[in-house]
T-cell receptor, first 113, second 112 residues
Framework: DARVTQTPRHKVTEMGQEVTMRCQPI?????VFWYRQTMMQGLELLAY????????DSGMPKDRFSAEMPDATLATLKIQPSEPRDSAVYFC???????????FGPGTRLTVL | GQNIDQPTEMTATEGAIVQINCTYQ??????LFWYQQHAGEAPTFLSY????GLEEKGRFSSFLSRSKGYSYLLLKELQMKDSASYLC?????????????FGTGTQLKVEL
């Protein structure tokens, strides 16, 4: 059964290190979304793509975060340098053409020490 | 910007009915979703409303009133496994596409 996959599932790193999170959207889906979830802020949209083109990344701290889609089967979210306040669960979601329903991956739980 | 309000917590009894409300204030409204999220897991799609009225799907129903900026999720015949966070999310048009803005979620606890 088709699912969004994310790697790694868990990541512990030290402040200042680069973190790369990967997402494989469901085959045939043309929209990809990156969210961050914390207890305090809930689920926040960081960036989203349609047909691999970035449509909105206004929710993302530009100085340290970057999101790309090198091809239709891979989306990446990078943090460089990472800070303790970046500790959160990062979800990727994808959607099929013509619908707004988003299907979420299992998330990457990031801890920055 | 968008403002979405839902109760933080609710408690209900197994077998009962519970209604989780969501109010929103937004521009460019294009529809509303409800998602369920169990602790430590990803949100999963429950329902989608774009027109006024009630959408029923098994034990779950969702209602929307666009003029009132109001939606509710109705859960019938509650089961213990329904204990989860329920997220209301509104769709707005932004940046050349539709984006979802999520409420902070309602933590539902189902008790015996």
């Amino acid at each position: 059964d088709a699912r969004v996959t994310q790697t790694p599932r868990h990541k512990v790193t030290e402040m200042g290190q680069e973190v790369t999170m990967r997402c494989q959207p469901i085959l045939g889906h043309n929209t990809v979304f990156w969210y961050r979830q914390t207890m305090m802020q809930g689920l926040e949209l960081l960036a989203y793509f349609r047909n691999r083109a970035p449509l909105d990344d206004s929710g993302m701290p530009k100085d340290r975060f970057s999101a790309e889609m090198p091809d239709a089967t891979l989306a990446t979210l990078k943090i460089q340098p990472s800070e303790p306040r970046d500790s959160a669960v990062y979800f990727c979601a994808s959607g099929s053409p013509g619908t707004d329903t988003q299907y979420f991956g299992p998330g990457t739980r990031l801890t920055v020490l | 910007g968008q403002n979405i309000d839902q109760p933080t917590e609710m408690t209900a009894t197994e077998g009962a009915i519970v209604q989780i409300n969501c109010t929103y204030q937004t521009s460019g409204f294009n529809g509303l979703f409800w998602y369920q999220q169990h602790a430590g897991e990803a949100p999963t799609f429950l329902s989608y409303n774009v027109l006024d009225g009630l959408e029923e799907k098994g034990r779950f129903s969702s209602f929307l009133s666009r003029s009132k900026g109001y939606s509710y999720l109705l859960l019938k015949e509650l089961q213990m496994k329904d204990s989860a966070s329920y997220l209301c999310a509104v769709i707005t048009w932004k940046g050349g596409g539709n984006k979802l803005t999520f409420g902070t979620g309602t933590q539902l606890k189902v008790e015996l």
